[in-house]
């Protein structure tokens, strides 16, 4: 959540009780209502702690609304029981929603031995919510784990008293992650609100971020090294996963705007399947026929959609905005704002812009670190998608669906160059002074692409 701008003050609805199964001694999933100002009276304590020895769902205001009865994707669904918190997925392809969050509640002392009294040594990151460190539970039981005794690994990320926009985040990511189920939305396994405590604990996603793999940052604690460029196959895999994710969460009954897409944002597993994580300031899309969400301006710079920034309106699309910066990021390797570079090139998007709409100088802007192994025909759909995206007005974007479809027949056509090429290697390409690459011939047109290059080794923890 680093590089955040704004203060969120969304309105937050409060997490559906719920008893917990797998807790040696019931216990009832509470939700806070996120008061800062004040502490909860002693009565209420009580009434609290009463309700959770007897294991009854304690009333709370602002509960979520039904679910949808159908997948969000159009399919028929939503009769299926939730998967367990610890065992195998029974989610569907295409995703679908849950009636009651399937979360289960840690208490903070299991949290404690599963991360080693969350010593230094098991930190993934930190960002404005707080760190996140590695732990180890019981696959069958997910209590607390030794990592050398064959525990699952998870990821804990503990709330920073002192931060702003923690608690009410930490209350947005159970709301939705704890009832949206996708293949390419980080697994959330349960929380913790323990006194001041708040905790949330994820599926752990061995690879780390994209932005890590794009942009060569420096492995978490516990990685094998460099991290090694990612090939175009790779990329366009992760990419295309990612634009499910979102397209899942467009399409929902609600039209849930996340709000703060980016790299960092997409996590990858072992196999380098793409998930979006990092829910705390998604919000529900427009309703009764609403264009937009008005809110106060939440999110990352370079990320966030224009109208957004100027007016405070929120559109479904304007998450389509930061999937076509991420984008542009996957074609050039560069971030979306770097003021190491020349004051021109501060600004991805302003700079990269004339080299999209231009075919013969888009190989100028592809990474140098592909080495020209990328087809020309796919890299200019990718060049065009990305135009399209990035549209001044929000209405000229495509929808999620729409990317998608585009994104999966740039990665067909991917694959059927691959099996047409005879293995020899296309020449490197010049650097030029910017940082960019010139290739072979004045008039800068790409080249055919020679094959993938070798996938990442290095792994990257998180």
């Known amino acids: 959540m680093g590089n955040c701008f704004g203060s969120n003050v969304a309105e937050v609805g409060a997490v559906k009780a719920m008893a917990q199964a797998h807790h040696a001694h019931p216990q009832v999933a509470l939700a806070k209502h996120v008061v800062m100002s004040a502490a909860p009276s002693s009565a209420a304590q009580s009434h609290h702690a009463a309700a959770r020895h007897q294991g009854v769902p304690v009333p709370v205001p602002g509960k979520l609304p ?100 923690g608690a009410q985040e930490w209350q947005s990511e159970v709301n939705f992650l704890g009832r949206l189920s996708h293949p390419n939305l980080v697994r959330l396994l349960g929380y913790c609100w323990e006194d001041k405590e708040l905790l949330l604990v994820y599926e752990y996603m061995a690879k780390g971020s994209l932005e890590n793999h794009l942009f060569g940052s420096e492995p978490r604690k516990g990685g094998g090294g460099a991290v090694q460029p990612l090939p175009w196959s790779l990329r366009l895999r992760i990419v295309t996963g990612a634009a499910r994710g979102l397209a899942f969460l467009h399409s929902s009954e609600k039209h849930v705007i996340y709000r703060d897409f980016k790299a960092s944002n997409i996590l990858l597993d072992t196999h380098f399947n793409a998930k979006l994580s990092d829910l705390g300031l998604a919000k529900d899309g427009p309703a009764g026929g609403s264009s937009h969400v008005t809110t106060r301006v939440m999110g990352t710079y370079g990320y966030a959609a224009p109208e957004y920034v100027a007016t405070g309106h929120l559109y479904v699309k304007s998450d389509v905005y930061g999937f076509g910066v991420v984008l542009l990021e996957v074609l050039t390797g560069l971030r979306a704002l770097d003021t190491d570079r020349p004051t021109a090139q501060h600004s991805l998007v302003d700079w990269a812009k004339p080299y999209l709409a231009d075919r013969r100088k888009l190989a100028r802007l592809m990474d140098p670190r592909l080495e020209g192994q990328y087809p020309s025909r796919g890299a200019q759909r990718a060049a065009q998608l990305t135009l399209r995206c990035l549209a001044a007005d929000h209405k000229n974007r495509p929808s999620m669906r729409e990317v998608v479809a585009v994104l999966e027949e740039i990665e067909s056509m991917s694959s059927r160059a691959a099996t047409r090429l005879d293995g020899s290697a296309s020449p490197r390409p010049t650097p030029l002074r910017n940082g960019h690459s010139q290739r072979p011939g004045s008039s800068g047109s790409t080249l055919d692409w020679a094959g993938p290059a070798p996938a990442p080794s290095a792994r990257v923890t998180r």
């Open 66 to 165: 039904p679910p949808a009865t159908a997948t969000a994707t159009g399919g028929a669904g939503g009769s299926r029981p939730p998967a367990a918190a610890g065992g195998g997925s029974d989610r569907q392809p295409d995703g679908r929603i849950l009636e009651a969050p399937n979360l289960r509640v840690f208490t903070f002392a299991e949290l404690k031995a599963a991360t080693r009294s969350f010593k230094p040594d098991t930190v993934l990151g930190e960002g404005g919510f707080g760190r996140v460190y590695k732990g180890w539970v019981d696959e069958r039981t997910m209590g607390p784990a030794r990592n050398d005794s064959g525990g699952l690994p998870v990821a804990v990320k503990k709330l920073n008293p002192e931060s702003l926009q």
